[in-house]
């Protein structure tokens, strides 16, 4: 009986690093969503597994609770996907980060020497902010 | 048989059970790191939730033999079995209306054709993805 406890323990915990690994890699939201939901899922068998062992009726309740924040988790995720452009979904490198901050304080530098340099009395009409944006409108690319 | 023989036989099958459980989480995790694209991994993702489950917790029913945590356990199985098509049906819609989906992939396309069918071929029939903007508004 031990022996086919150890290695349902270790086909669930490889079964669980695989989905991880996928997690990480996935290219999109919804790929890390679904590979979640095989972790959370694993995490209910690795649970019962262990109730199995001990006879323990008392984590019961924890299997209820998990099957429950899986499905709130995954509906959640998914109800927000949007259109990712391409490589964003990627987690970047220290040098890609520091570029980015780079070009970013470059810009904010020129809008203040822009700012200081015009003329003080001439009033600039403001870019119209979207109005959809900040009345409960969608964000750009959800999904409806 | 004897009251102890019957312990033994429910002990030997709830370990079937849980073998068999454990080998399709593990069946999914190989599934859903390997196969190329959404939809596959969906349905690599499907087995543990729902007849993996049901087996492992089976196990662990015929292990614990108690009435109140058996009834538990049939509330998690009725619970899976109601979300899992939900959060399966979100996901996949989500991943057609974001371009997730590989149509080169699938040997039958129904949605994409029933949508250009819709459209009256006007932006290219068949064969076509509906764009977020519009298509999407008008799926399913």
Known sequence: ?144 | MTHGAWDTVADVVSMICLLGGAFLAFAAGVGVLRFPDLLARMHAGTKPQVLGLVLVLVGLALRLRSGGAVWALVLVVVFQMLTAPVAAHMVGRAGFRTGKVRSDLLVVDELTRDLGERDGGADGGTGTRPGVGDGGRSGT
């Open chain 1, 1 to 144: 009986m031990s022996v086919v406890v150890i290695v349902c323990a270790v086909l669930l915990v490889v079964g669980a690093v695989l989905a991880v690994v996928r997690a990480e890699k996935g290219p999109s939201m919804l790929d890390r969503t679904i590979a979640l939901d095989i972790v959370v899922t694993t995490m209910l068998a690795g649970i019962a597994l262990y109730a199995a062992v001990y006879r323990r009726a008392d984590v019961v309740p924890i299997l209820v609770v998990l099957s429950l924040v899986g499905f709130v988790g995954s509906v959640t995720i998914a109800r927000f996907a949007s259109v990712e452009p391409e490589g964003e979904g990627r987690v970047r490198t220290r040098e890609e980060i520091a570029a980015e901050e780079a070009a970013r304080r470059a810009a904010e530098e020129s809008e203040r020497a822009e700012a200081e340099g015009a003329v003080t009395g001439e009033h600039h009409e403001s870019t119209p902010v979207d109005a959809d944006e900040h009345h409960g409108g969608g964000a750009a690319g959800e999904v409806r």
